[in-house]
């Protein structure tokens, strides 16, 4: 939700996604189940005030990850009353091209949010995109599944915080990406980067913010495999679709 990344693994369709969760330890929160919609079943950790999700996987070969925030800090306004996490829901359910989807869909009432979707076809990555609504306007691009990707939310972290960040990322990946492992990664996303509990990817902030969860998203023998690591519980749940 305010902390993602993605690394391909080189061969066209294996990738690890990554999302950490920053929110108030009193927003309660599902772990991961899968739920069918339609004709379709997703996989999503559920955030229980308002049913949506940050992270979501469909059983036809969706994923998509949301981030609060767009290219500005924004502050939510009294009309901001549908849910980001019900449109990633509705998002995945839906089977539409992330494009069509996006034009269709009125987010007047939305906070702005960033999407990162892939889609997955013909044991291929064939769609890698980032749809971006910043409260008037709405914006799509074609992002490279062979590159590695970092995003931090606008809404946490300043520039600066969000170019440091990615500095600790670019260090960690080393130029030696493809051979980096699902438990690597989940190490970076948990580590301790800097004695600034703030900016740190596991972060700590007044008033009971702090980072609350890890997600962890890689595809296996055609399907994809939903690691969810509960940083209040101190519990693991595991969840394929």
């Known amino acids: ?3 993602v990344s993605y690394i391909p693994k080189g061969d066209g369709l294996n990738f690890i996604l990554t999302s950490n969760r920053d929110e108030r330890v009193h927003r309660n929160t599902l772990a991961p189940q899968v739920y069918t919609i339609g004709q379709v079943k997703l ?7 308002a049913g949506g999700s940050w992270i979501a996987a469909g059983n ?5 990850c949301l981030l609060n925030g767009a290219l500005i800090p924004h502050e939510k306004q009294a009309f901001h009353t549908h849910s980001r996490g019900k449109v990633l829901v509705d998002l995945v359910a839906s089977k539409q091209d992330p494009m069509v989807f996006f034009s269709h869909r009125d987010l007047s009432r ?3 949010f960033t999407v990162v979707t892939i889609d997955l076809k013909n044991e291929r990555i064939s769609g890698f995109t980032e749809f971006i609504w910043d409260g008037s306007t709405k914006q799509m691009k074609e992002l490279n599944p062979d590159l590695p990707h970092f995003w931090s939310s606008v809404t946490l972290y300043s520039d600066s915080e969000r170019k440091l ?30 004695p600034d509990e703030r900016v740190n990817l596991v ?19 055609g399907k994809f495999a939903m690691k969810y690591l509960d940083l209040v519980e101190d519990e693991t749940h595991i969840q394929k679709v």
């Open 1 to 3: 939700m305010c902390t």
């Open 43 to 49: 996989a999503f950790p559920k955030d229980e005030l």
């Open 60 to 64: 036809y070969g969706r994923l998509a």
């Open 110 to 112: 939305t906070e702005p």
């Open 165 to 194: 960040r990615e500095k600790w990322f670019k260090k960690f990946l080393g130029g030696q990406d493809l051979s980096i492992s699902p438990e690597q990664v989940m190490s970076f996303h948990s580590g301790r980067h800097t």
């Open 203 to 221: 972060m700590r902030r007044d008033q009971g913010l702090k980072t609350v969860s890890i997600t962890q998203v890689k595809h296996v023998d």
